[in-house]
């Protein structure tokens, strides 16, 4: 599980603050830096819609120093500003092979500009299901997926989400984001049977 971390996407919360399509990717490239000047304490000029608000200081700070950013993504134009501008590379809804894939381009855009990325900073946020799914949940899922089998990024079952975590791991990613598709009657008892499930896999 991954707690404290910035993601940032070209999805829903671009869409909340009214950044038109054409225009999210160089927006995100534009606030990292800023992002991470106000998380160190830096006094920040700081772009925004109505103009320029300058020297602003963020407090109180992170505790997290220096606070990292992981972006997600998984079609070639977001894996290559994962490399040049994140910390880490966090996909949804791809499978093992594509996110092995997906990570060498990553590592690639990287070095491209001299940076590294940490080889442990390679995760996947899966939404899994305990009970099958109903049929307009799996065509909501197939369509925004772009797939029709499912098998392969939307586990069912506690067996099937370790199946998923185990391939991921040979691919080389060590962070995931395990989040149930539907919720719980007990979290508790949600979260002790997935640690009963997967929770020897840490290392």
């Not at 994962?82 to 594509?98: E, H, K, N, T």
Request: aromatic fraction near 6%; include cysteine.
């Amino acid at each position: 599980m991954i707690t404290g971390v910035p993601g940032i996407t070209l999805g829903g919360e671009a869409t909340a603050v009214g950044v038109p399509q054409p225009e999210r990717s160089r927006a995100i490239e534009e606030a990292i830096p800023v992002l991470r000047s106000l998380f160190a304490g830096e006094p920040t000029d700081v772009p925004g819609p109505a103009g320029i608000t300058e020297q602003v200081v963020l407090e109180p700070l992170p505790h997290q120093q220096p606070l990292e950013i992981w972006l997600g993504g998984s079609v070639r134009s977001s894996l290559v500003r994962c490399g040049r501008y994140s910390d880490g590379w966090l996909p949804a809804m791809i499978d093992a092979d594509q996110a092995a894939k997906g990570k060498v381009v990553v590592e690639e855009a990287a070095r491209e500009v001299g940076r590294e990325m940490d080889p442990e900073h390679f995760g996947v946020s899966i939404g899994y299901a305990v009970e099958a799914l109903s049929p307009h949940t799996l065509t909501a899922l197939q369509q925004r997926s772009k797939r029709d089998d499912l098998d392969e990024i939307v586990p069912v079952g506690y067996d099937h989400v370790r199946r998923l975590l185990e391939g991921y791991l040979e691919a080389g990613f060590s962070k995931f984001v395990l989040r149930p598709m539907m919720q719980p009657e007990s979290w508790d008892a949600e979260m002790e049977a997935l640690a009963n499930a997967v929770g020897d896999l840490q290392t």
